[in-house]
């Protein structure tokens, strides 16, 4: 799709006045129903943007792909001239005190940011039904769940209001969402994209994607955001070398077994099936892998990421940030009691006490260590497996979007709509979730491929030969 | 998990629960702790730690400013609820 409105922006079929205004429109109509967007930017400031690319057009100039493409943001992003939520009653009216730097790598290309989308309180969720101010509904189906938690994010590239949103992925937010609203979810390697300016989670998994409706547009907004950056050692830059070229012949793809072996709805599972057959009817060798370790990746998942998230959220003291104007307090520690304890969401409270519990003396060896541990074996899991196969193949949830409401109160359950994902985020590897094929009026249904740490240009090369033949 | 537990740890924490707060995190507790304990199930005698799953390293950088970032004070004073001329006012600590 950016390619196309590419084309039409510099033939002069459309303005980016045109283009910019047409997001609006579609944001103004659906959105009383849908909810994606937690702030909009002001209009005249997004006009005065388009109006900059079109003078540029008018002269001959020539354009970057993403310039005058509208974008909309994960509201857990800084973006300067917006306030940055993170879903969160604490941080209400918090207003960015400065811009994350992949939005600025966007702004700097000429895309236009249109605004902020809902998501799960602080990330900790399935569905946006933890947002401290309303739940995403799926464009698809308005009963049902757009996913979470980069849930507004998917629901604004389905129902076209953008033509892609950035979002945030620790343990599957933004490849479960691109499942439940039949979206491209690209979650790239740990450590490609720089998270300045990303509201942490879980440090060590937090990971900034590009939702979008094509692999195209995927590699697009990859290549705009992904390198090394001053403000995050953990950043690399990452090279798109010859090796990216794909090789039908000698292309081996893994189905791991333990993750047919969960418990799948039997609409996901013929779904994939099918997605199988026809990838095997092009020749390429399909083979049935191991990963033992399948079973364990969850608990260590959950364990791991309320440590890391009872760390990072400590810094919500209400002095610098996030104080709540109505309370009355006598000393420091009533602040921190009193303003976390109303301001704070209850799943988010939950994990924030389970995470010091795990680390806690007396806890530590058994639950955080031994998660580490684990984890490690979970990496050689996968590093194992991408000896025998060049990229695996599974469901990207167990199950399509659920109803609103019905897995609200049983937070276990809901998380088990990351069984398939979070390896990757445990172990830092690529992966992206396509829509699959399925029957009129039938739900959306997600297709996962992982490849081996830093292999995403050959991944999203896979993904875009992969997407053709199932579709 | 008993309540008392929940309590320190919510003092811990630094979050105020109420009690039917308290409750509902014991009924989660429980069943969280049942699905972590698994791990147990797994040898990992003579297994290193791993910080960082994504095996990045350590890396250094040159003590310098970013010059980019030197005018931030005032933008990031904005955000509190009360400053004194260049600080952070917090109330009384004890």
Redesign the interface.
């Known amino acids: 799709m950016i390619k196309k409105l590419h084309q039409k922006l510099i033939s002069k079929e459309i303005t980016a006045k045109e283009l910019a205004e047409g997001c609006l429109e579609k944001i103004e109509k659906q959105d009383k129903e849908i909810k994606a967007f937690i702030s909009l930017n002001e209009k005249d400031l997004i006009l005065e943007q388009a109006k900059t690319v079109d003078e540029k057009i008018n002269k001959g100039e020539e354009i970057n792909l993403l310039e005058g493409i509208p974008f909309a943001v994960k509201d857990n992003i800084l973006a300067l001239g917006t306030r940055t939520t993170a879903g969160s009653k604490m941080l209400e009216n918090?207003?960015s005190?400065?811009e994350a730097t992949i939005v600025e790598k966007l702004k700097k290309q000429g895309a236009i940011l249109i605004g902020k989308t809902n998501l799960d309180e602080f990330g900790m969720g399935s569905s946006t039904e933890n947002s401290a101010f309303f739940t995403t509904k799926n464009p698809v189906d308005l009963e049902r769940v757009a996913g979470g938690s980069s849930g507004g994010s998917a629901a604004a590239v389905k129902s076209g209001m953008v033509p892609f949103a950035i979002g945030s992925d620790t343990g599957g937010s933004v490849r479960q969402p691109a499942s439940f609203c039949g979206v491209v979810g690209f979650k790239p390697?740990?450590?490609t994209v720089s998270r300045y300016g990303l509201i942490a989670l879980a440090s060590?998994?937090d990971t900034i994607c590009p939702l979008v409706n094509s692999v195209e547009d995927a590699e697009i907004v990859f290549k705009a955001i992904q390198g090394k950056d001053?403000?995050d050692?953990?950043s690399?830059t990452l090279c798109e070398k010859d090796n990216s070229k794909l090789n039908i012949k000698n292309l081996r793809i893994g189905l791991p077994k333990e993750y047919f072996e969960k418990e799948l709805d039997k609409e996901v599972k013929e779904c994939i099936e099918e997605a199988i057959e026809k990838i095997k009817s092009q020749g390429i060798e399909v083979k049935e892998v191991n990963l033992p370790m399948a079973?364990?990746v969850?608990?260590?998942y959950?364990?791991i990421m309320s440590a890391e998230a009872?760390a990072n959220l400590?810094r919500l003291d209400?002095?610098?940030?996030g104080?709540d104007?109505d309370l009355r307090?006598?000393?420091?520690?009533?602040?921190?009691?009193?303003n976390?304890?109303?301001n704070?969401g209850?799943e988010v409270?939950?994990r924030?006490?389970?995470g010091?519990?795990?680390l806690?003396s007396g806890n530590y060896d058994?639950?955080y260590?031994?998660?580490?541990?684990?984890?490690?074996?979970i990496?050689e899991d996968f590093d194992k497996v991408f000896k025998q196969v060049d990229f695996l193949l599974t469901p990207t949830t167990p199950f399509s979007a659920f109803k609103i409401g019905e897995k609200v109160n049983n937070?276990?359950a809901m998380s088990f709509s990351d069984l398939l994902t979070v390896g990757a985020n445990?172990?830092?590897i690529p992966a992206i979730s396509l829509p699959c094929a399925v029957k009129q009026n039938a739900l959306p249904i997600g297709l996962q491929l992982m490849g081996s740490?830093l292999s995403d240009y050959s991944l999203l090369n896979l993904a875009k030969f992969i997407q053709q033949i199932i579709n | 998990m008993d309540k008392k537990e929940i309590i320190n740890l919510s003092e811990l924490a630094r979050i105020e629960l109420s009690s039917q707060e308290i409750e509902k995190i014991q009924l989660d507790f429980e069943k969280l702790l049942e699905y972590a304990k698994q791990l147990q199930q797994i040898d990992t005698i003579n297994i290193e730690f791993v910080l960082r799953g994504s095996r990045t390293k350590n890396v250094f950088r040159e003590d310098v400013i970013n010059e980019k970032k030197l005018n931030q004070r005032e933008i990031l004073i904005k955000s509190a609820f009360d400053t004194e001329g260049d600080y952070f006012k917090t109330p009384l600590v004890f």
């Open positions: 918090y207003e005190s400065f390697s740990y450590g060590s998994m001053f403000m050692a953990t690399q079973p364990y969850l608990p260590c959950h364990i009872s400590a209400g002095i610098r940030y104080r104007k307090i006598e000393n420091l520690q009533d602040l921190y009691f009193k976390r304890g109303k704070l209850p409270k939950k924030i006490i389970f010091v519990y795990v806690s058994a639950y260590k031994k998660a580490l541990q684990v984890r490690k074996l990496i937070s276990l445990l172990s830092g740490y």
